[in-house]
């Protein structure tokens, strides 16, 4: 009973850290993306993600809770939050399934101050949903394995395939599970029937997806051969502390991992068939989707901690059993969670005090109080246009639904906002300005406007600093420095407002 008090209080504290500071930061490129399918009709959505890699199941979810509670950036981010309680109380039945209840109590624990799941509770996007049925999967799976396969499979079935429909690596974990079935030797025609049903309930999601690679393997072709680019083991290194947590979790893990396979080499520690095949369980969930990263980005740039969210449980429900197999004083154990619990916890507070995606709320705010009714603005890298309009000119982003992300620009372009076609960060005077659907219909006029002739009438020009050191912010300041004289207007953490005179 006090265990299940503990794991009340676990659901709470998750769920506080979940919505904490939600609104502090504004939406980022993808969370627009999110926004904006999600209000489109069924149509337009699936026409949209068809040019996108992505599957449609979370923005017709995303579109029915705005239908529901409102389109705004909070209640799509309270939608994401939503599953926070849903993961912790998976994580502690899957834990408790497979090892025992206090191994199920401290993986929910690790799971609720995950570093990298309360950000992903915090934004516009897939992942936190993506976790969950995939966690779900994995704990559907193992009552089919243990207990009742006949009860469970249309619940591993579903879990499965609304994953799959949410987020393609989600084909991942069926990757892990198979893996792991091979590796016990429990391959069984039921099993194969298993794959087949998910198979076929998942063709539609696997045309699209053939649709949209074809479209996309292309562009990605000139990226092959980049494993071994300079800087890209540091990025493996970045990403995979903040999948575990931080660099002390995951130096604990592979520290507490080597005790348990020499003291299993010198036989000084037993382990029952059960506790080994849940061991090696985990340990699939956990490494081979981070083995896989590592080895696709030859192809494709998928050594990203947001791609990885779905191996968190697995990463708390290893750590959690490692720490009370290895040390065995109930007392030791508790202080050792609570040493790698302290140690996330600098990383929880950077989270909360520190701005993550560009600042676009305040700049709209600064822009609606300083600029004129007819004053021209230019924003260069243009590729966060959205972002912007949602904060400045909430009219055109938010469009009747049968219209597309060509409607922005044109609403924007008849609004004076403007954003110059991207050229590798060169900004010259017979660069194209992309007007939208009105550059369409005509070709006289300031229809297809040049950035020379553009700058000429610009007021405002604001730059996204992606770094310190990102060369655009020289490039773009010196062109418009041949035109007009710049002003540094207003200095924001990852955004640079510039005054045209």
């Known amino acids: 009973m006090r265990l299940r008090w503990a794991l009340l209080g676990i659901i709470m504290l998750g769920t506080f850290l979940s919505v904490s500071n939600i609104s502090s930061d504004s939406m980022w490129l993808d969370e627009g993306q999110s926004v904006f399918y999600a209000t489109r009709s069924f149509t337009n959505l699936i026409g949209h ?6 599957q449609p199941g979370y923005f017709i979810l995303l579109r029915g809770w705005f239908s529901v509670f409102g389109v705004s950036d909070l209640s799509g981010k309270l939608l994401s939050a939503a599953f926070c309680p849903i993961i912790i109380i998976l994580t502690y039945l899957l834990g408790k399934e497979l090892f025992s209840e206090k191994v199920g109590i401290s993986a929910a624990f690790f799971t609720a101050i995950s570093p990298l799941l309360i950000e992903q509770y915090q934004q516009v996007r897939d992942y936190s949903l993506f976790a969950a049925l995939c966690l779900a ?83 990605q072709t000139e990226a092959m051969g980049k494993l071994f680019h300079e800087g890209f083991w540091s990025t493996v290194w970045a990403n995979i502390t903040q999948v575990f947590g931080n660099a002390i979790m995951l130096v604990s893990v592979f520290i507490l991992l080597a005790t348990i396979i020499v003291l299993r080499i010198r036989k000084k520690m037993n382990m029952e068939r059960k506790e080994e095949e849940s061991l090696q369980l985990v340990l699939t969930w956990v490494f081979v989707p981070l083995i896989l990263a590592i080895c696709l980005s030859v192809i494709w740039a998928l050594i990203h901690k947001r791609y990885l969210v779905f191996i968190v449980p697995g990463i708390s429900i290893l750590a959690s059993y490692l720490i009370f197999k290895v040390f065995t004083k109930r ?11 302290v140690s996330m916890a600098f990383s929880i507070a950077d989270r909360f005090t520190q701005h993550w995606t560009p600042e676009w709320e305040e700049v709209a705010q600064f822009m609606h109080e300083n600029a004129g009714p007819n004053d021209t603005i230019i924003i260069y890298p243009g590729w966060e246009y959205a972002i912007f309009t949602y ?17 922005i620009t044109t609403c924007n372009f008849r609004n004076n906002i403007f954003f110059p076609d991207w050229d590798e960060g060169r900004l010259w005077d017979d660069l194209r300005i992309d007007s939208g659907r009105d550059g369409l219909r005509t070709n006289s006029g300031e229809r297809f406007l040049t950035l020379g002739e553009l700058a000429e009438k610009a007021d405002w020009l604001i730059l996204i600093k992606y770094s310190d050191d990102y060369p655009i912010l020289d490039n773009a300041t010196s062109y418009f420095k041949t035109k007009k004289d710049v002003t540094e207007a207003r200095k924001f953490t990852s955004l640079i407002v510039y005054k045209l005179t």
């Open 49 to 54: 993600v068809l040019h996108e890699l992505q």
């Open 137 to 219: 999967s994995f704990y559907f799976m193992v009552l089919m394995m243990k207990t009742d396969y006949k009860k469970y499979r249309w619940h591993h079935a579903v879990c499965t395939t609304c994953a799959l429909y949410t987020h393609d690596l989600a084909t991942w974990s069926i990757i892990c599970q198979n893996a792991w079935v091979i590796w016990r030797k429990r391959f069984s025609r039921k099993w194969l029937l298993q794959q087949v049903m998910v198979g076929f309930l998942f063709i539609p999601g696997a045309i699209l997806f053939a649709i949209q690679f074809l479209t996309f393997y292309p562009r």
């Open 331 to 341: 007392n030791i154990a508790i202080t050792a969670i609570f040493i790698l619990a």
């Open 391 to 407: 904060y400045m000119t909430p009219a055109c982003f938010l469009l009747p639904p049968e219209q597309g992300f060509p409607d």
